[in-house]
């Protein structure tokens, strides 16, 4: 049987604008914020959510089969909106289009990342966000202040020149990321080639309990059959929980809320007699959000494999394929950070890590997008492969998205 692996999902939301003081609401101590989004903010958020599935079919289909993905689509859509505050022409274009943005003023972009950066993390006091970026360049290239100012104003962005042809200058990068991302993940960089200049950084962390936790006293061994007839033993937390299901011929939805109800995983698996490779195909923003709107209370008892692993990938040629190659060509234009030009994106490394057990779930993505020179180089027993998305739940933003096809593994 093909076993197509997808990336895990997960959810972000909006709120309003920062700068509308009655509408900026102070955090409850037990409830956090609540999310409001008006009409444009909406379509936004539709928007980022087409790029998700379209980035994780993308890398599904290029990745080696029956191994884990994971990624945080909402980590690379904000390292790429950061660079797209510096390209022009048909660079612009094509990576607005790619990210969902075309329909929206730049101006419209950037206050929806700002919403992000400044209230997701105020969602919920027992939900952990952390969601942070930066912008390293060589001490000896020069930026255009607009294009600092930019990303710093609306990304809240760390800025800082660096030496890039000392070795040190790689660690400091990366243990940026490791902070950011409470140590798990290390070394997003190995190394900074001789025609590199920039790096566009983001890193998001998240860490929440179960609002039904599982008894770790009923945790068992049973079988998870990774591609339809084979089987590894794993742990597979069990109890009576209340969660949110929807069943249809062709997908069972598992939506399990964290905390407050402000997050939740959903685990699409296949229904009987279908595999991942039938459901990725199904993938998309119509049928995501009719599924999710079906949804319904249930309490029963339900079984899910505990699993740990991480995920890197290079997205050059997955972001290629979904229509902006011209950014890591020589026709690239980003003259709004060098008015010289002769720049282009080198390369996007994604790294993801992911940890679910019978308290809940952690997990971080980093992702960082390399600019360079011209000549630069470029009851419910979930025991078959399933994907999952961790999810804000009332505007439906995802943050992460992957998918499991063996629980055992442990990483790349």
Known sequence: MKRVLLPLSLVAVLFVIASCKKDSKKPSPD???NLSLNATEQQQAAGDNAFTFNLFKTVAASSTNGTNLFISPLSVSMALGMTANG??????????STLGFNDFSEDQVNSYYNKLVTQLPQLDPNTTLKIANSIWY?????????????????????????????PASVTTINDWVSNQTNGKIKELLQEISDDEVMFLVNAIYFKSTWKSKFDPANTRKLPFYND??????????????????????????????????????????????????????????????????????????????????TYSVNLNSTLTNLGMGVAF??????????PAGNLLITKVLHKAYVGVDES??????????????TTAQQPMLVNKPFVFVIREMKTGLILFTGTVNDPTQSGL
């Open 360 to 373: 809940g779930t952690e997990a971080a993505g980093a992702t960082s997008v390399g600019v360079g020179t």
């Open 31 to 33: 409830t956090g914020i």
């Open 138 to 166: 060589d001490k000896k290239f020069s930026v255009l202040p607009q294009f600092i100012k930019t990303d710093s104003t609306y990304f809240n962005a760390r800025v800082q020149s660096l030496d890039f042809k000392a």
């Open 329 to 338: 060509t020589k026709a690239a234009d980003f003259t709004r950070i060098n």
């Open 228 to 309: 339809g007839t084979n089987s590894v033993q794993a742990d597979f937390m069990q109890d009576d929980i209340s969660y949110n299901a929807y069943t249809d011929n062709n997908v069972q939805l598992i939506e399990l809320p964290y905390s407050n109800e402000k997050y939740s995983m959903v685990i699409a698996l296949p229904n009987e007699n279908k595999t991942l490779a039938d459901l990725i195909p199904m993938l998309n923003s119509d049928n995501w959000n009719d599924w999710v709107s079906k949804l319904s209370p249930t309490k029963r008892s339900i079984y899910i494999p505990k699993f740990t692993f």
């Open 87 to 96: 390209a022009n022409g048909q660079t612009l274009t094509d990576m607005r």
